[in-house]
């Protein structure tokens, strides 16, 4: 068999070989999945659930422009725009039908800054919530349910529709349109929107260290900084990832956002609005006013590069992690803005944290851990070997570039046979540094380039159940 190929083949194999480990969901998480990227679904065509909850910057707005000027984003009629920050839509499936605590006298639960996605109706808060933008004349501004559903009867996946929902469901237009909610709200409940894959996961399941700064910042967060109060980030009772939120809502005393399309609207008094409209919850109103759901932490630094800018809060006005943490720590001893909403700000938990800048510096180190797809970058920053119940890592080499020689590390959580290939950019084959039967845990390899030239090489790694690339330089 000849071992050389193409450079075009080689990027089939790759780009096959992602889209094998990629089929984890199911069909309805793959139904959902379609419709949550579907262009078609607005009004003129055009825009998506994608569209302000993109993955790359994990599953919220992905305009860097946007996020440092306006915050909201245009809806399908670009001239409209959405009210608040879009949230992300990852790591929320956890959140309770909205209910009334009445021993600690909050509210925890439901969906929407406001929480106005209670799941009363249909039981679950992300399904409602995946409801609203699309007939909403600020977001995809479909005029109708009818509308929408003519969209899905002519798109490429309506068999798959009648697959997971039955030949008939068409034949009701409120529940069709009520079950494409269910399946968005599955796949934004699937291990492709919510993989679990940061560095502080790693760290939890004893895989891999943080470091020194990021240490110092865990400890920070969880104690003088009094971050984990509202972001919890222990693990459940059994083991459950932590969801670094607690569901609740809080006014924090962000300052209005003076470049906010909605700035000349009155002041954003999030849930005390939602609860104004319930008959059952309005006495509790005035108590709540100015309160918004207290987010995910997960992914909160996650950007498609270095430059690109985050909004925080739910007006998005802090623009990095150092702003909104400086803002917890000294809210009410600097000359900070007025809150937007002056009633029921939260002085308890934040606002004089006498943390010092290095403490901030420290808190942002961690929160940078959160974020999914994290790779470790050398076998320095693996603890021992990994438990047998654990995920196949490929490491990134160290040190990268190189010269002449550099070490790859990969993790195996099963004994098993794997090969461990290099290729030049033309993708033919280098060298084959591993051949054979591994026992489970760490390991390392070198490769020592010395008979090469200066250029881009891939090492790939493939066993029975895992396949995956990665791409270093050597430099001469």
């Known amino acids: 068999m000849n071992r ?50 993109s993955p790359e910057v994990g599953f919220t707005g992905s305009s860097s422009e946007i996020n440092n000027t306006t915050v909201v984003y245009p809806g399908a009629v670009n001239t409209r725009f959405g009210n608040r920050k879009p949230p992300t839509s990852a790591y929320g499936g956890g959140s309770p039908v909205f209910y009334h605590d009445a021993r600690s006298g ?21 399904s409602e919530q995946a409801r609203g933008p699309f007939l909403n004349p600020m977001e995809q501004n479909l005029p109708s349910k009818e509308a929408f559903i003519a969209i899905i009867q002519a798109s490429s996946y309506v068999n798959l529709f009648k697959v997971v929902y039955g030949d ?79 569901f609740t809502y809080d ?46 932490l997960r992914n909160v630094d996650k950007r498609p590069y270095l430059e690109f800018v985050k909004a925080y809060g739910h007006n ?16 009410d001893v600097e000359a900070w803005p007025p809150p937007e ?41 693996f603890i021992t070997e990994i438990k047998s119940d654990e995920k196949y890592i490929l490491a990134q080499n160290s040190p990268n570039p190189f010269n002449p020689a550099t070490q790859i590390s990969f993790s195996l959580p099963e004994a098993t046979f794997i090969t461990l290939k290099v290729y030049n950019s033309l993708g033919e084959e280098v060298t084959t540094l591993v051949n054979g039967f591994e026992n489970a845990g760490l390991k390392t390899v070198t490769f020592n380039a010395s ?10 790694i493939q066993t029975n159940n895992y396949v995956e690339t990665r791409k270093m330089i050597l430099l001469k």
């Open 316 to 331: 998005g006005y802090f623009k990095s992690l150092k702003d909104i943490v400086h803002f917890y720590n000294t809210k």
């Open 168 to 246: 008939d469901i068409f034949n009701n237009i409120d529940n069709a349109y009520n079950k494409s909610a269910d399946a968005i709200s599955a796949y934004e409940k699937s291990t492709e929107v919510n993989p679990y894959t940061s560095k502080y996961d790693y760290y939890l399941k004893k895989i891999v260290k943080l470091s020194k700064e990021e240490q110092k910042g865990l400890n920070l967060f969880n104690g003088k900084g009094k971050c984990n109060k509202c972001h919890i980030s222990k693990q459940g009772p059994k083991g459950e990832p932590p969801q670094f939120t607690d």
């Open 251 to 296: 006014n924090l005393g962000i300052p209005k956002n003076p470049v906010y399309p909605f700035n000349t609207q009155p002041a954003d008094i999030g849930l005390g609005g939602f609860l104004e409209t319930m008959p059952t919850y309005q006495e509790f109103a005035e108590e709540n006013y100015g309160k918004h759901k207290v987010p995910t």
């Open 451 to 460: 008979d090469l030239p200066s250029g881009i090489y891939y090492y790939r």
């Open 4 to 53: 050389k190929f193409t450079f075009i083949s080689f990027l089939s194999l790759i780009l096959f070989s992602s889209f094998i480990l990629a089929q984890g969901l199911s069909e309805k998480e793959q139904l959902g999945k379609m419709i949550f990227f579907d262009t078609n679904l607005s009004e003129p065509a055009g825009q998506s659930c994608a569209t302000c909850h």
């Open 341 to 381: 909403v002056s009633e029921n700000v939260n002085t308890a938990e934040l606002g004089n944290l006498k943390l010092t800048s290095e403490d901030e510096d420290a808190i942002v180190a961690f929160l940078k851990t959160l974020s999914d797809g994290y790779t470790p970058m050398g076998k320095d920053e």
């Open 106 to 126: 909050l509210f925890i639960g439901g969906m929407f800054w406001d929480g106005r996605a209670t799941g009363w109706e249909l039981g679950d808060p992300l």
